[in-house]
């Protein structure tokens, strides 16, 4: 199956934060630096995982849901 260069990145920021501790908000250049993504393409995509619920946002990232709940 192929993914979208979006849905990889979406995918790969969701696994990072899963690996952070639990309920720590992470900055969205944080999570960029880390998967060498420009920040304003991963700030869109993280933007639209927020909008549909996956992440919360405020001033940082975090899951919605702990990682237990969501695999």
């Known amino acids: 199956m192929l993914l979208s260069k979006t849905s990889e990145y979406a995918l790969q920021a969701l696994i990072y934060l899963a690996a952070q501790p639990e309920g ?17 393409y991963l700030a869109k995509i993280l933007q639209d995982l927020a909008k549909r619920g996956v992440l ?12 237990s709940k969501i695999f």
């Open 24 to 40: 720590e908000p992470v900055l969205s250049r944080d999570i960029s630096d880390y998967l060498r993504v420009p920040a304003q």
């Open 56 to 67: 919360d946002s405020f001033k940082g990232k975090r899951l919605s849901n702990p990682p």
